[in-house]
């Protein structure tokens, strides 16, 4: 099983025609359309059109909306609801916004807290009736405070929906992790207080405590406390969708850009997930938030409850909103990534505590983060919104003898190769699979890349690479040095097998190695060359033959190849594995799972 989408893929074409909603004219759409902005913006490079990025990020569909005064300034959509249909976004689709519900659920928990029906200090315990977190050491520190910023120490990070059409779990057999949920049951594992630890089984034991002290249905309270007053009137916890409101939501889509079975996943999980919604409608859950803070007079939330709802209570996270994130005097939620795979949709909320401006992005494709933040850019250099302007780089001027002098063929860790060409002012540059890109020199020595960020330091004998999440370093290869996935890409397959085994053979396992690494690399082997992402499997099973998940992904690829005979050994395999204590998380113990044992049953006939 793949931990995440691949990056690479390509996007069928399709029409941008947007549609704007403002008051006013539509200018602003179009200027923000021109104005997506990377993380550093260099001085003399065009900012990215949201034409684009949309390719680039094979999203299909986006609508926006931006906060301006305390008010929705304008609204506006791209692109189509659904790349086989080809109908267009309008400012009233409907798009998943995952785990941004979180934030709906947390107001509907202080609007209660407010009515003095619920102590935010109070055990969950003392208030649970239908259910009880079970007994532990911890159990008692478990408060609706320490749930809602997510320091309860509970577990089940997130909930991976269902295909449309599958019988669905009711809370309580989610809360248990009883058949049909395809999630562990919620428990406390950790000291609550000591850390930030993400739960979105957390928000699923506040939808059973809210319930338990309305008796009111949890969608029904959800929409008079929050939805009605906050006037998202195009808002909805239905799970699944009605066939009219079905009508005007978009597909969700892979990284690749090709649309979900069935349109999108059904979260049953309402207070962690199960929101639908358009970007308008949060841009307002947003005001609301704000004119609480502000004490504006008739608002969802005193000053003093909404100002401890903007308070990291846990590192960064406050109470149903991350806050100071992107800079002081900022609140921010997002769509989370999913535990297994895509959910197909992303969506991005920011706002201001203060000043009343903010942005909300909604998109249907798992690209659709890294586009937000790059419209996040974009409108906060049009508007001058401070927290969020991109800082700004001059380029260096280098000769073409300077740039040729940099030029050839660098090893990154030890299986991986970029290869550099002199340019027009810039270094042209491509890795053993990825697609090309630019460096642009900032230093005779340093370089920015844009998409993805990136800093690289060349001095002509080695190379380093620091992005948001790699540091990395490698020597320039002479003529006739190569690497293990060079080998393989060239046909040499004992050869890189070979090489493969030595990288096992160093002390505590080299990182190119790595159970994830060579899970990853399979998968992005397997839309181009099957054959080679099969040796890569099969290596990883070699190296890790106790790894439930190395031997699902050779399942798949088996699978995927037509040789059914060996897939089943592996599915069987699987089911084996999982029957023994393991390292796997066990949300992914319980997804691997119930993969496994459908397949087994598939292939068996049964």
Not at 580 to 589: D, Q
Request: hydrophobic share 40%; with cysteine.
């Amino acid at each position: 099983m793949r931990n995440r989408t691949p990056l690479l893929g390509t996007l069928l074409l399709l029409s941008l025609g947007g549609s704007v909603s403002a008051s006013g004219a539509a200018d602003p759409a179009s200027s923000l359309e021109r104005t997506l902005l990377p993380a550093t913006v260099l001085e003399g490079v065009k900012p990215w059109t949201l034409a684009e990025r949309m390719r680039r990020h094979h999203v299909p569909g986006v609508s926006v909306a931006v906060i301006v005064g305390g008010q929705v300034a304008w609204a506006g959509s791209w692109g189509v609801l659904d790349v086989k249909s080809g109908e267009k976004v309008t400012p009233r689709s409907l798009f998943q916004a995952g785990s941004i519900s979180t934030a709906v659920t947390a107001l509907a928990v202080l609007r209660l807290a407010e009515q003095g029906k619920l102590g935010l200090d109070a055990p969950v315990n003392s208030l649970l009736k239908s259910w009880k977190l079970p007994q532990g050491p911890f159990t008692p520190g478990v408060t609706v405070e320490r749930v809602l910023s997510h320091a309860g120490g509970l577990s089940v990070a997130g909930f991976p929906g269902y295909e449309p059409g599958a019988r669905l779990p009711t809370l309580l057999q989610t809360l248990n992790g009883n058949p049909p949920a395809n999630t562990p049951p919620v428990r406390c594992e950790a000291q609550p207080g000591a850390a930030l630890r993400y739960s979105a089984g957390g928000y699923e034991v506040l939808q059973q405590l809210v319930m338990d002290v309305t008796g009111q249905p949890f969608e029904a309270l959800v929409r008079d406390s929050v939805l009605g007053p906050a006037a998202m009137e195009d808002s909805t916890l239905q799970q699944p969708l009605s066939a009219e409101l079905a009508a005007r939501a978009a597909s969700g889509h892979t990284a690749e850009g090709k649309p979900l079975p069935g349109h999108a996943r059904v979260y049953p999980e309402l207070a962690a997930a199960g929101l639908w919604t358009t970007a308008t409608d949060l841009a307002r859950l947003a005001i609301a938030v704000q004119r609480s803070r502000s004490g504006a007079e008739g608002a969802l939330l005193s000053r003093a409850l909404a100002t401890r709802m903007l308070t990291a209570a846990q590192g960064v996270s406050g109470l149903g909103f991350f806050v100071d994130q992107r800079g002081p005097g900022t609140f921010e939620q997002l769509t989370a990534e999913q535990p297994a795979g895509t959910g197909g949709f992303k969506a991005l909320l920011v706002a201001s505590t203060e000043g009343g401006y903010g942005l909300a992005v909604m998109t249907n494709g798992e690209g659709g983060g890294t586009l937000a933040d790059e419209l996040l850019r974009g409108a906060a250099q049009l508007y001058g919104w401070k927290e969020f302007i991109p800082p700004r780089v001059k380029q260096a001027r280098l000769s073409p003898g300077q740039l040729r002098a940099l030029a050839g063929r660098y090893r990154l860790g030890s299986d991986e190769v970029l290869v550099f060409e002199a340019g027009a002012g810039v270094l042209r540059g491509r890795s053993l699979l990825g697609d090309p890109f630019e460096l642009y020199p900032v230093a005779a020595d340093a370089f920015l890349r844009l998409d993805p960020p990136g800093r690289y330091l060349l001095d002509g004998v080695g190379l380093e690479v620091e992005t948001p999440s790699v540091e990395a370093r490698g020597p320039r290869l002479e003529k006739g040095e190569t690497v293990p996935l060079e080998m393989l890409l060239g046909g040499n397959v004992a050869g890189a097998q070979a090489a493969y085994r030595r990288l096992r053979q160093i002390e505590n396992g080299d990182p190119a190695i790595s159970e994830a690494r060579l899970n990853e690399l399979g998968y992005e082997l397997l839309a181009r060359a099957p054959d080679k992402a099969l040796v890569i499997f099969r290596l990883a099973t070699e190296f890790y033959p106790d790894s439930p998940n190395a031997w699902d992904s050779l399942g798949e690829a088996l699978l995927a190849g037509g040789k059914k005979a060996e897939a089943l050994d592996c599915y069987r395999k699987v089911v084996a594995l999982l029957s023994r204590e393991g390292t796997l998380p066990s949300t992914a113990r319980v997804l691997i799972r119930l993969n496994a044992e459908a397949k087994v049953r598939q292939l068996e006939g049964r």
